[in-house]
């Protein structure tokens, strides 16, 4: 029998500047050879990155610069590694990459990208760990926002949430079908946290 390929996720990130990442984006690179295990390889898609060649092939990571774009405003620059993460995506077989949008911001062009993706079989993700925010509370802004993202998220094949608070905001602020949104909490070590044992408890209560 032989073994599939390693399906790629494409991740779309301003920088890779050791000294602004943040803590997803380290366990990511730290973890990224027990991805690869489990048959699925990171490629990052970025302005500009100071990771050492070493590290990179240590990794066996694959990053893209994108170029000409570092010094654009913020948004610009996710709406520009997002289109080159889906270009990418489309020089593959249908359904053997991901691409996530963790990071792209709720525009008119990343909405216009993540179709045009859509329509191509390209699978997109969206995971989260918090609530948007903060939106628009007059009605016209609050309807506009809630049009766009409802057409934006409804492109993805899924929502990830880390809790269901933050599921049910989605389906309530966005109007998402339930098969749109699915919650995976934070893993935890059982080996590390667990409830304790009666001896574990007496043991405490000395003590005290």
């Given at each position: 029998m032989t073994s599939?390929?390693?399906?790629?996720?494409?991740?779309?990130?301003?920088?890779?500047?050791?000294?602004?990442?943040?803590?997803?984006?380290?366990?990511y690179l730290t973890?990224?050879?027990h991805f690869r295990q489990r048959g699925y390889e990171g490629e990052?898609?970025?302005?500009?990155?100071?990771?050492?060649?070493?590290?990179?092939?240590?990794?066996?990571?694959?990053?893209h610069v994108v170029?000409?774009?570092?010094?654009?405003?913020k948004q610009s620059i996710r709406e520009a590694l997002?289109?080159?993460?889906?270009d990418e995506a489309a020089t593959f077989d249908r359904g053997s990459c991901i691409v996530t949008t963790d990071s792209c911001g709720l525009t008119r062009t990343?909405?216009?990208?993540?179709?045009n993706g859509h329509r191509k079989g390209i699978v997109a993700t969206y995971n989260t760990s918090m609530m948007p925010g903060p939106m628009p509370t007059a009605l016209v802004p609050s309807l506009k926002i809630r049009l766009l993202g409802s057409l934006y998220y409804r492109n993805h094949s899924l929502l990830i949430t880390q809790t269901h608070a933050i599921e049910r905001f989605y389906?309530?602020?966005f109007w998402l079908p339930r098969s749109k949104v699915q919650t995976i909490p934070?893993?935890?070590?059982?080996?590390?946290?667990?409830?304790?044992?009666?001896?574990d408890k007496a043991a405490a209560r000395l003590r005290l």
């Amino acid at each position: 029998m032989t073994s599939r390929p390693p399906r790629k996720i494409f991740y779309t990130i301003d920088n890779l500047l050791q000294a602004t990442l943040g803590g997803g984006m380290i366990r990511y690179l730290t973890y990224a050879p027990h991805f690869r295990q489990r048959g699925y390889e990171g490629e990052f898609f970025t302005a500009e990155h100071d990771l050492s060649e070493e590290r990179i092939q240590s990794q066996r990571l694959k990053v893209h610069v994108v170029p000409g774009i570092a010094d654009q405003p913020k948004q610009s620059i996710r709406e520009a590694l997002l289109q080159a993460a889906f270009d990418e995506a489309a020089t593959f077989d249908r359904g053997s990459c991901i691409v996530t949008t963790d990071s792209c911001g709720l525009t008119r062009t990343s909405l216009q990208t993540v179709r045009n993706g859509h329509r191509k079989g390209i699978v997109a993700t969206y995971n989260t760990s918090m609530m948007p925010g903060p939106m628009p509370t007059a009605l016209v802004p609050s309807l506009k926002i809630r049009l766009l993202g409802s057409l934006y998220y409804r492109n993805h094949s899924l929502l990830i949430t880390q809790t269901h608070a933050i599921e049910r905001f989605y389906f309530r602020y966005f109007w998402l079908p339930r098969s749109k949104v699915q919650t995976i909490p934070n893993g935890v070590d059982c080996e590390r946290f667990k409830p304790p044992s009666s001896a574990d408890k007496a043991a405490a209560r000395l003590r005290l």
